[in-house]
T-cell receptor
Framework: GQNIDQPTEMTATEGAIVQINCTYQTSGFNGLFWYQQHAGEAPTFLSYNVLDGLEEKGRFSSFLSRSKGYSYLLLKELQMKDSASYLCAVKSNDYKLSFGAGTTVTVRA | IAGITQAPTSQILAAGRRMTLRCTQDMRHNAMYWYRQDLGLGLRLIHYSNTAGTTGKGEVPDGYSVSRANTDDFPLTLASAVPSQTSVYFC????????????FGPGTRLTVL
């Protein structure tokens, strides 16, 4: 089975940095994904890590440590539009995605 | 370019009724998926299809069936709806099971009374 844990909620101020942690225990590993989901909308792809290290894409970065079963998503220079849920997902050996429950980030002015 | 469309947008259904949620993609993706999203539980895979003509069970398949007659369409059927199937249903697609990105449809909000 799959076990993916991430915090339920986080709050930060506009312009600040927030780090969303994700730990996982899965049967096999074929990559870790982060998705963004605004309220009432579909999830949209943010990042993909399959090797250890940091992947940077604009204001968003994602880190992976396979040996620790750990990832984080770093959001820099927070904007009000970044208020959303952030979903951590792991692809197992059978290529299916298992999702965490999501972290709701609220950005305050 | 539509991407993935789902219908209906929302539906209220009496328990025991049969319901088919429709999903169509125009990206010629081989793989398609159905998820349900419930508060506190995240997205859970119901069924998936690697290519037209094949389907497979996900994490929570009971009470649901799917078919994949062609590349574009992947309907999800609830043969006899129960209140525990009240949820938001998302269809997704990707180039293949091994692809790095899944594209999600806008979702169907289903309420079973």
């Amino acid at each position: 089975g799959q076990n993916i844990d991430q915090p339920t909620e986080m709050t930060a101020t506009e312009g600040a940095i927030v780090q969303i942690n994700c730990t996982y225990q899965t049967s096999g590993f074929n990559g870790l994904f982060w998705y963004q989901q605004h309220a009432g909308e579909a999830p949209t792809f943010l990042s993909y890590n399959v090797l250890d290290g940091l992947e940077e894409k604009g204001r968003f970065s994602s880190f992976l440590s396979r040996s620790k079963g750990y990832s984080y998503l770093l959001l820099k220079e927070l904007q009000m539009k970044d208020s959303a849920s952030y979903l951590c997902a792991v692809k197992s050996n059978d290529y299916k995605l298992s999702f965490g429950a999501g972290t709701t980030v609220t950005v305050r002015a | 370019i539509a991407g993935i469309t789902q219908a209906p947008t929302s539906q209220i259904l009496a328990a025991g009724r049969r319901m088919t949620l429709r999903c169509t993609q125009d990206m010629r993706h081989n793989a398609m998926y159905w998820y349900r999203q419930d508060l506190g539980l995240g997205l859970r895979l119901i069924h998936y299809s690697n290519t037209a003509g094949t389907t497979g069970k996900g994490e929570v398949p009971d009470g649901y069936s799917v078919s994949r007659a062609n590349t574009d369409d992947f309907p999800l059927t609830l043969a006899s709806a129960v209140p525990s199937q009240t949820s938001v249903y998302f269809c997704a697609s990707s180039g293949g099971l091994e692809s790095n990105e899944q594209f999600f449809g806008p979702g169907t909000r289903l309420t079973v009374l």
